[in-house]
């Protein structure tokens, strides 16, 4: 075995087994990173239980309560406003930006206000996901390790992805789909080699295990579910049918949203957090259900026996809510509020193929709506995120519905095939061209050589492409 470090000008090209533990180290420390911010998050969420507590129930708890969500989200804009920009939204397309060699990872300013920032946004009720925070900051931790010992370019890489996928396993207690996100969101960007691709996996179960010794180790959305018969395969496929076109609609209308709050808000561009702060802060005590990530709605409404009207209600109350959120240009992701529509959608869904069934004197499987309420957790996120293997994955992962691995596979293939059939993109590419041409650049041109998990020995970009950081 030869030297653990070997000279490379400023830089330095080290062992494999060295890389490994120090892609483990940055896992762990973004388990650890993500668990606290999580436990920040939810300790300061009983806000409106205090609140209400004290006032009672009526129009001055709402007023409050309006107040004070619209400081705490205000107060997340203007730190990353004025102090770091990059953080603003879910991170991702910063940190895809990164891989592509066209965005620089300041770790210094992105760490302290993507966790201040991200603290004060999710714990005020705004419909946003926890996930992009920790991408980004694992994404932070990988590239701080990297200057620190003075690695090479390519190493950079690696632990960026590396962190990113951490933090992905931070976020959601699931390694394995973290794992997969790097392998098919970054398919562009990541350069496979066997050194990279296992720094990702050691990151992502070092992450995992750092987060549950702070965090716990039960899966975030556990939901009991039972097989179905293959007979309603046929009825999966309609789902992801549908779930196709509601992606598709659900990007536009994202990037629809970001457009018109940069306009509409150019002059005064504080008034729209403040806005939104106070209807968030109402709705809190109003309609617990719109708001927030839905990390604790999802595995509730399967088992409460909600009406088809309250649950169209919901879907539509928290659509327009993530429309709302994200444009506020806080440190929030989406994945949650996405997986939470997917759930009410498949919930709906479920509830009308039992009423069709029973219609037609059929028997009606068990726990049936609960699952399709499952599967459209899968088929929403390979639509919008056109990811369709990690989508199966990550919904396993996360509720533990092993049995329903075959109608998950073909929801997800379904949605995916349908998005592309209707010109969808990847929200995270789309979100990442719009932000190059809103700061005058030209985004990067994808290479003509398709990155892939065979022959992961030699990268497969260009070596031009490889030697930018």
């Known amino acids: 075995m030869g030297p653990d470090v070997s000279a490379d000008g400023d830089h330095r090209r080290i062992s494999n087994h060295l890389f490994y533990w120090i892609a483990g180290g940055c896992g762990f420390a973004t388990g650890v990173v993500g668990a606290v911010f999580h436990l920040a998050v939810d300790r300061l969420l009983l806000w409106p239980h205090w609140l209400a507590d004290r006032l009672g129930t009526g129009p001055l708890t709402i007023a409050v309560g309006a107040g004070v969500a619209a400081l705490a989200v205000t107060m997340a804009f203007l730190l990353t406003r004025y102090l770091a920009p990059e953080t603003a939204g879910s991170g991702v397309p910063e940190v895809e930006g990164a891989l592509e060699g066209v965005r620089e990872v300041r770790w210094r300013r992105v760490l302290p206000v993507k966790f201040t920032g991200g603290v004060l946004c999710l714990s005020a009720g705004i419909v946003g996901g926890r996930e992009g925070p920790t991408i980004h900051m694992g994404a932070s931790i990988g590239a701080a390790l990297a200057e620190w010992l003075r690695l090479d370019k390519m190493d950079f890489h690696a632990l960026l992805a590396a962190g990113a996928a951490s933090g992905l396993a931070s976020a959601f207690n699931a390694p394995l789909a973290a794992v997969l996100f790097v392998i098919e969101e970054t398919r562009r960007q990541f350069r496979y080699t066997f050194r990279s691709y296992v720094a990702v996996i050691v990151a992502s179960a070092a992450s995992a295990f750092g987060m549950e010794l702070v965090g716990g180790t039960a899966p975030q959305f556990r939901i009991n579910t039972d097989a179905l018969p293959l007979m309603m395969l046929p009825i999966f496929m309609l789902l992801g049918a549908a779930l196709g076109v509601l992606g598709v609609a659900f990007n536009k209308t994202l990037v629809m949203a970001l457009d018109w709050r940069a306009k509409a808000f150019a002059r005064v561009p504080v ?3 403040v806005m939104v702060g106070a209807m968030i802060g109402a709705l809190v ?15 509730e409404m399967p088992v409460a026996d909600l009406p088809l009207k309250m649950l169209v209600l919901i879907a539509v109350v928290r659509f327009i809510g993530t429309m709302a959120s994200y444009p506020v240009g806080v440190p929030a992701g989406i994945f949650s509020p996405m997986l939470t529509l997917a759930t009410t ?10 009423i069709a069934l029973d219609s037609a004197s059929l028997a009606v499987p068990p726990l049936t709506s609960t699952a399709f309420a499952v599967a459209a957790m899968g088929g929403l996120f390979s639509s919008t995120i056109r990811a369709p293997l990690v989508g199966v994955v990550l919904v396993v992962e996360l509720t533990g519905a092993y049995e329903l691995i075959l109608p998950l596979m073909v929801t997800c293939v379904t949605a995916h095939v349908v998005s592309q059939g209707l010109g969808g993109r990847p929200i995270y590419e789309v979100l990442f061209e719009r932000s190059e041409r809103l700061a005058g650049r030209v985004p990067p041109v994808p290479s003509a050589v398709t990155s892939s998990p065979v022959g992961i020995d030699e990268p497969q970009r260009p070596e031009t492409h490889s030697e930018m950081r």
């Open 285 to 299: 005590f109003v309609v617990p259900n719109a708001v927030g990530g839905g990390e604790r709605l999802i595995p």
């Open 345 to 354: 959608v498949g919930l709906i869904f479920g509830l009308l193929v039992e």
């Open 271 to 273: 008034l729209y957090p």
